[in-house]
């Protein structure tokens, strides 16, 4: 036994006081850490570069509605309809995906006020299998949806996704025309339906619901597009502009009619179902 050794076993050492390991975040854009508390109290924004980082359903909801909102029940789906394997079965990614995530699928609804003004609202929640689109968000959305029909209120739909669940094949892609019948049924009551465009919208989801709102409001930085810019750029064989497919750029050409900082964003969502909900629902 070295003298080291006895010198530290006669030393009344004090228990090493436990630390978490998550009380900082890296900012991915800027580099810089910041603490997680104060992070999350910006509502998961860079207090430094305004970095809007991604943002779970249940945080997106109770940031946006009023106290007292209601989750809608989430329909019940045939799982897995194509027994689907690659790499490993997607029963068992489903299975990964809920343990990881406190809901069953990718869409979470709600409804109840934003400042007043009653709304149902859907997420789209990334974090899920990367927001993909499969039966169980397409009956997610129609029921919405129709939750919003029924209510005689608006229905605000924040989107993120990467497209079309490809584990479902085509049964996912008939989800894009049942959600884009339910925005002309909405449209045909005179309802209004926002979209909240959250990074990233890609895909199917782009394709379809995410781009048939009567307003369409994007968070800042928010990569929204349906191909890929390595796919466009070796399709056309030109180089793509600077900020090609970010939020601030489509809105600059006409493709969204407002880019609002998260922190804004309740206020603006109310002020638009004030001016776009029926006079007996405002």
Known sequence: ???LTKVRERLPFAPKRETADNLWIKCPRCQEMIFVKEYEANCNVCPKCEHHGRIGADRRLAMLFDTGFRLLSAPEVTEDPLKFKDTKPYAARLKAARVANPHRDAFTAGIGTIEGHQAVIGV????????????????????????????RCGFVCVTAAGGARMQEGILSLMQMPRATVMTRRLKDMGL?????????????VT????????????EPGALIGFAGQRVIQETIREQLPEGFQRAEYLHKHGMVDMVVHRGELKQTLADLLGYLSPAQAA
């Open 1 to 3: 036994m070295s003298w």
């Open 124 to 151: 789209q929640d990334f974090m899920f299998m990367g927001g993909s689109m499969g039966m169980a968000v397409g009956d997610a959305f129609v029921s919405a949806a129709q939750a919003a029909i029924d209510a």
């Open 192 to 204: 209004p339906y926002i979209v909240v465009l959250a990074d990233p919208t890609t895909g199917g």
């Open 207 to 218: 394709a379809s619901y995410a781009m048939l709102g009567d307003v369409h409001v994007a």
